[in-house]
Structures are given as C-alpha cells and as structure tokens.
C-alpha cells in the first residue's frame, strides 16, 4: 500500500489514534489558548466553587426576532444559517437581518419568552421582569439577556447548577452565562461591577470564534478522507 508506514504495518498506528483522541489537547490556531467544551456539569463544579453565599443569575443571549422568525439587530448576511445551531428559540437558525429592532420585534419575542416560561431579563446592569419593562424601552438591545435562575450558593448546589446551565444551553443553542453579584454593590441585582462568566459547550475557542473539530480517531488517520492532508491525500 503506497500509503504504509511502519505505524501501519506494526498496528502500533491504531493504538497512537486512540490516544490522541482520547487525551489530546487542542490548541487555537489564533491565540494559543486551550479549546475546552463547557459541559454542564464542569459549569455546575466551578461555579459551586465559589465562596459561599455567592448571588448567581443564570441565563442565556437571545436575540430579538421579528414574528417571521428572523434575527433582528446583528451584523450578519441574509439567511446566514449557524450548523452548531441548537433547537432553542435564542439560536433558531433563522435569517438575520441588519436592521435595529422594531417594536414588534421585541413584542413578539417577549411574548416567545413568555410562552416558554421566561420571565425575567437583565437590562442595563438590572433585573427586571418581562412584565414591567414596556418593549419600547429596550429598542437598543439587539440581544435580550434572559435569566433563567437566581441562586444563591449554599451547600451543594450542583444539582440545580446543572439544571439551569442545561435549560440554557438548549434555549441558546449551547452557550449560558452566570452573572455574579459584586459583593460590595448596593441597590439593584447585578449592579455595575458584577463579575460575567462566558460558557459554551461548543468546541470551539471563544476568544477567536473559532470553532474545531472534536478528537476522534478518523481525525488521526491519513488513511481516512476526514483527516487525510487535503493536498497529498495522505501520500506524503
């Protein structure tokens, strides 16, 4: 076989596969920094780390929509379609459309959110509920910041960290966010100077938007079309 080596030959080329794809690391090709998919329950085990009595708001992004379906307010093409979308109303897969969002707009996508059982949102450094903030008020928010869950750490919270960070990730398509209370903030929830936590369980490096592909074997195999070099074909 023109493609041989002795890693096939010896078979020891099946076991590196294995290995590789079991206990590699992926670096971004941008910046460097390791690529980490957040499941949700390494997000449940570091947030339970932190000190005791910590206030959390737990949501997810959602970006307005218009009632045809199409994501108002962001910079993307027409009926740009994202392939690691996910079944939730914030990441629907819908066209986008460069516009700023208009009143129906945001009506319709607070009326979603109230069909699905949402009912607070975090604007401008407070939360509110979706019933006491007129639409006409949130015009310059292309994307609405959804809460999910208010916690507050005591004991072994874990299990209800998981069950948030897991609503979230189905709603938004596998990206949430955790918003700590500053400790020495007065008056509203989630004053200025609280602390935002990023997560998404998507393999991808969240600095750069870059996303990659996960370590499998085929990944490791020059024999194999997926991870064959695209100009030798694996000849060398």
Same mark, same amino acid.
């Given at each position: 076989?023109?493609?041989?080596?002795?890693?096939?030959?010896?078979?020891?080329?099946?076991?590196?596969?294995?290995?590789?794809?079991?206990?590699?690391?992926?670096?971004?090709?941008?910046?460097?920094?390791?690529? #980490? $998919?957040? +499941? *949700?329950?390494?997000? @449940?085990?570091?947030?339970?780390? !932190?000190? %005791?009595?910590? =206030?959390?708001?737990?949501?997810?992004?959602?970006?307005?929509?218009?009632?045809?379906?199409?994501?108002?307010?962001?910079?993307?093409?027409?009926?740009?379609?994202?392939?690691?979308?996910?079944?939730?109303?914030?990441?629907?897969?819908?066209? #986008? $459309?460069? +516009? *700023?969002?208009?009143? @129906?707009?945001?009506?319709?996508? !607070?009326? %979603?959110?109230? =069909?699905?059982?949402?009912?607070?949102?975090?604007?401008?450094?407070?939360?509110?509920?979706?019933?006491?903030?007129?639409?006409?008020?949130?015009?310059?928010?292309?994307?609405?910041?959804?809460?999910?869950?208010?916690?507050?750490?005591?004991?072994?919270?874990?299990?209800?960290?998981?069950?948030?960070?897991?609503?979230?990730?189905?709603?938004?398509?596998?990206?949430?966010?955790?918003?700590?209370?500053?400790?020495?903030?007065?008056?509203?929830?989630?004053?200025?100077?609280?602390?935002?936590?990023?997560?998404?369980?998507?393999?991808?490096?969240?600095?750069?938007?870059?996303?990659?592909?996960?370590?499998?074997?085929?990944?490791?195999?020059?024999?194999?079309?997926?991870?064959?070099?695209?100009?030798?074909?694996?000849?060398?």
């Amino acid at each position: 076989n023109p493609r041989s080596t002795v890693g096939t030959t010896t078979e020891i080329h099946d076991y590196l596969r294995l290995l590789f794809a079991r206990i590699g690391r992926t670096f971004c090709r941008q910046c460097g920094q390791e690529v #980490v $998919r957040d +499941t *949700a329950e390494i997000v @449940a085990r570091h947030l339970g780390g !932190l000190p %005791e009595s910590t =206030r959390l708001l737990i949501g997810f992004d959602m970006p307005v929509m218009d009632p045809g379906g199409v994501h108002e307010g962001t910079d993307a093409e027409p009926d740009e379609e994202d392939s690691d979308s996910g079944q939730g109303i914030g990441d629907s897969g819908f066209g #986008v $459309r460069n +516009t *700023a969002p208009t009143l @129906a707009s945001l009506t319709f996508t !607070l009326n %979603e959110l109230r =069909r699905k059982g949402f009912h607070r949102l975090y604007v401008n450094g407070c939360t509110v509920t979706i019933d006491d903030v007129p639409p006409n008020e949130l015009r310059d928010q292309a994307t609405l910041k959804v809460i999910i869950d208010r916690i507050k750490l005591e004991g072994d919270m874990r299990a209800r960290l998981t069950d948030s960070i897991e609503m979230a990730y189905r709603e938004a398509g596998g990206t949430a966010f955790a918003i700590e209370d500053n400790p020495g903030a007065t008056g509203a929830t989630g004053a200025t100077g609280a602390k935002v936590h990023i997560f998404s369980e998507r393999f991808e490096c969240q600095n750069c938007n870059l996303t990659y592909e996960a370590p499998q074997p085929r990944l490791f195999s020059f024999n194999n079309p997926f991870g064959a070099c695209p100009t030798c074909h694996g000849f060398g």
